[in-house]
């Protein structure tokens, strides 16, 4: 950990979950065994640069590979298909207190010592 808990930091840009719907694709929307990346982050910069406190380090999900997954049915059951998760991608951001009761995810690379 390059910062440690209760140091001083500044920082311009932030990490941002990205809010999805929980029907974001259908098995019609794949074609064969193609894979579908959906980012889950997003990095906001804001106007001002802002002071915080490091609260710690999370891993947080970055991106997600959705991919079809089939079951080939019997006798009784016809074929089905579904979109399953294949893998996910994760990354490391700090928490950074910025005021009272608000926080943010923030990169490493986008903090500088305060």
Request: glycine letters at 8%; proline letters at 2%; zero cysteines.
């Amino acid at each position: 950990m390059k910062y440690r808990l209760g140091q001083k930091v500044k920082y311009k840009r932030i990490s941002k979950k990205i809010m999805i719907d929980t029907q974001y694709w259908t098995p019609d929307d794949f074609e064969g065994y193609e894979e579908k990346v959906l980012e889950r982050r997003e990095s906001i910069e804001s106007k001002n640069e802002r002071i915080g406190y490091v609260m710690g380090r999370r891993k947080l999900t970055f991106k997600t590979y959705f991919v079809v997954a089939r079951d080939s049915g019997d006798d009784w059951e016809p074929e089905t298909e579904w979109v399953e998760i294949a893998r996910q991608e994760y990354g490391f951001a700090y928490l950074i207190a910025y005021g009272m009761g608000q926080t943010n995810y923030v990169l490493e690379e986008d903090l500088k010592r305060g």
